[in-house]
């Protein structure tokens, strides 16, 4: 069967249809408008490990779970192993997280000149530093949760790295790798080679959970990504955004073969619960503000969606977003 369970380490999870970190978008807010719409596993945006460690609060509050998910991971991202050790400590102190995530394919360059993100994955010395330090650390702790790591398929055309990198992996212990099949170079350009994901898989062997990530943007994607590649499971990303019912659209099409259709008024109710969670979570104005981006990714395919996306950039409160979408609530 396509649709499965999981295991990471010792986390069973009921499926393997994942959101993945998406830095800026998966808040808690938006995680729990996937969970509720089936997504079996959920991560963070990337949190540094350098202003945990600093004790930066705003940067704690990125980690915190929502109220209705079963199991969810924290994902980090450093370049110096004793940092995040650290900040690994302070994870598992501060939130319920059931997995720790490594960044190891972020193409940012912000990221890479910290020595994290995409830097690992071509440097796998570095990365079995990262991984093994962490692991230490969790092991070390009351709460042993996995640690898992994203990696991209190297730097360039030229530097392809996703072996070596796994293979840092493997022996520093990580529980799960995802792969995002595209290099540093590319960053979300040009298409991602599944190909590279279904030879991690074959060069894994079974020894850990292997898990796809890049341009699932439909459930017949993930139908093909988990047949040609033979990957555990999925992780949507961009796919998701604006789009929750990607989870529920997808689990029903790889069970029946089935690809129901999401009215648009649902998907715009979804969008105002996101909206309500972002309101508690940051306030009406800081939640409108953000809202901005999520509405206009609700509202694509809306006929008269350019006309909607002006006025949803200037909205700046909760009964502007009613008064814009009055029609469909």
Partial sequence: MLYHPVKIGKLELEGNLFLAPVAGYSDRAFRSICTDCGADFAYTEMVSAEALVRKNIKTETLMRRAPN??????????????TMAEAARIVLEKTTCECID?????????????????????????????????????RDSERQVPVTIKIRSGWDEEHITWKEAAAAALEAGAAAITLHGRTRAQGYEGKADWGKLAEL???????????????????????RMLETTKCDAVMFARGAMGNPFIFTRTKEFLRTGNAIEVPIAERIKAGFKELALLVEDIGEKGACLEARKRFCAYSKGIEGSAALRKAIVAANSVDDYRKIFSEFL
């Fill in 69 to 82: 998910e079963k199991s969810y991971a924290v994902q980090i991202f450093g370049g110096v192993p004793e």
């Fill in 201 to 223: 898989v074959e060069y894994v062997g079974g020894r850990i959970p292997v898990f796809g990530s890049g341009d699932a943007f439909s459930p017949e994607d993930a139908k």
């Fill in 102 to 138: 490594i960044n190891g394919g972020c193409p940012v360059p912000k990221i890479i000149k910290s020595g994290a993100g995409s830097s690992l994955t071509k440097d796998p010395e570095k990365l079995y530093s990262i991984v093994k330090a962490v692991n230490e650390a969790v």
